[in-house]
């Protein structure tokens, strides 16, 4: 049986603990929310009708809700929650709490991905003129339906990224809390580590076709921001009595449900930005 995966197999990507998409999301429900996504992205658009700049700069919005949504079940992800909220060894330096920790894992992550937000939108705006924008809203239309499709299982589309996990040994001769802010700030640019979800790719390449810094700095904050929530969650589940074992064989349960959702989604905002050049 082969499985999509928007980054290749690691090491840890345990099949009994980690399941399949096909185990996890039966294929007449992929079908289904191949349909549904499709449908509902094309409804709206041809409801709202948009302009190709309005539908482009909404797609791109939409990309970027998504990522820091579905950029979150990594392994990456799940090593800066063990960070962040399990509690502190008694020999370890600092004095950090699992609240002041994520302040600072999320101030390294904001700090680094709005900076590159910026950066990509300043080089979509050098670029600006040079393509039209009815042509780079199709491109992008065709990119996130394809993407949507590899989301679910569909096809095969490429992932480049650096094949990089976050750097282990700091975490033995570091205090936590830079340790936190060490990892966030390598989170937040993105594509310093395995890329977990094609959503990235849409955020990027719809940020450098908008030319707009602004919203490139805006959405990345929104993603970095979004990418701290396993830690919340851990530090919440772990205040309530739970253990991080338990709490990260949930999130990777979850994971592949919330692949399938991403895909979904994809493909609604690719057929609302193909839908809006009718």
Known sequence: MTTVLSHGPLQ?????????????????????????GAAAGAGLALVATPSATTALTTAVIGAGLVTSLAANWSTCGMSVAGVVAAPKQVNRKGSSTPVRRLGWHALGSVTTGAVTGALIGALGAAMSGYVPIGWALGVWAVVAVAYGLHELGAVRMPTPMRRQQLPRHLRRTM??????????????PG????????????????????????LGAALFTVVSLGRCMPSLAA??????????????SIMCVVDRRVQSVTGAALIALGAFAAAALI
Request: zero cysteines; proline letters at 6%.
């Open 175 to 188: 205090a936590p809390w830079k340790v936190s802010l060490i990892f966030g700030a390598i989170i937040g």
């Open 235 to 248: 530090i919440v589940h772990t205040k309530r009595g739970g253990s991080m074992p338990g709490f990260l």
């Open 191 to 214: 594509f310093l580590i395995f890329i977990r979800s094609s959503a990235y790719y849409l955020l990027a390449l719809g940020v450098m076709a908008s030319g707009s810094p602004a």
């Open 12 to 36: 840890t990507d345990v099949p009994d603990i980690r399941p399949t998409l096909q185990g996890s999301v039966g294929t007449a429900t992929r079908v289904s929310l191949v349909a549904a």
